[in-house]
């Protein structure tokens, strides 16, 4: 098993541009969720899913984009970057919503946007 | 709103000795679990230790403990035997609302960052 694999590591954008972050799981997992974390403040929840086709707003959803199509995949899209969204991002997988599963985080993507 | 308070910003511990780190949280859930995540200078988050809001009993797993008092609404993180190895930030969390399906949000603290010295 992979775990949760996250692409890209690194990333740099210029303010505007647009991008993908992207977050595989290979455990089956109904529920996957993305989040940011910032120097002093934490982990803080950005979207998430219970399941394919299903998504849901976190705390801090303003300026992205989320979809899940397959089970597997739940990519986090940047509308238009801003220096604002410079952050470390993390996806994370469970098992199903109502049961108390650890959350399996992947490597996470520090992003840059000057 | 959920909130979690990690008031120990850094914390120093010889190894071989025991660390409380300190979390408290406040819900008006009935029903919530409690995490402790361990994050090294490498960025990953580990996975150290669950505790439910029924739980009679503090969890443990190995040199970790959860210090769980409900009507103190704390979730203190014990860790025994310091090791060089535990030197890293920790992180407190609470996923809200389990009986009624919430999804498994969760709601994270500031943080402590522990040394572990010789």
């Known amino acids: 098993n992979a775990g949760v694999t996250q692409t890209p590591k690194f990333q740099v954008l210029k303010t505007g541009q647009s991008m993908t972050l992207q977050c595989a799981q290979d455990?089956?997992?109904?529920?996957m969720s993305w989040y940011r974390q910032d120097p002093g403040m934490g982990l803080r929840l950005i979207h998430y899913?219970?399941?394919?086709?299903?998504?849901d707003q976190g705390e801090v959803p303003n300026g992205y984009n989320v979809s899940r199509s397959t089970t597997e995949d739940f990519p986090l899209r940047l509308l238009s970057a801003a220096p604002s969204q410079t952050s470390v991002y993390f996806c994370?997988?469970?098992?199903?919503?109502?049961?108390?599963?650890?959350?399996?985080f992947g490597p996470g993507t520090r992003l840059t946007v000057t | 709103a959920q909130k979690i308070t990690q008031t120990q910003p850094g914390m120093f511990v010889q190894e071989k000795e025991a660390v409380t780190l300190d979390c408290t949280y406040d819900t008006s859930d009935q029903s919530y679990g409690l995490f402790w995540y361990k994050q090294p200078s490498s960025g990953e988050m580990i996975f150290l230790i669950y505790q439910g809001s029924y739980d009679e009993q503090n969890a443990t797993e190995g040199r970790y403990s959860l210090n769980f008092q409900k009507a103190r609404k704390s979730a203190n993180l014990v860790i025994s035997a310091s090791q060089l190895g535990d030197s890293a930030m920790y992180f407190c969390a609470m996923r809200e609302d389990i009986l009624t399906g919430g999804g498994n949000k969760l709601t994270f603290g500031t943080g402590t960052q522990l040394k572990v010295e010789l």
């Open positions: 455990m089956n997992h109904e529920y």
């Open positions: 994370a997988s469970s098992y199903h919503e109502g049961a108390n599963y650890e959350q399996y």
């Open positions: 899913s219970v399941g394919a086709g299903i998504t």
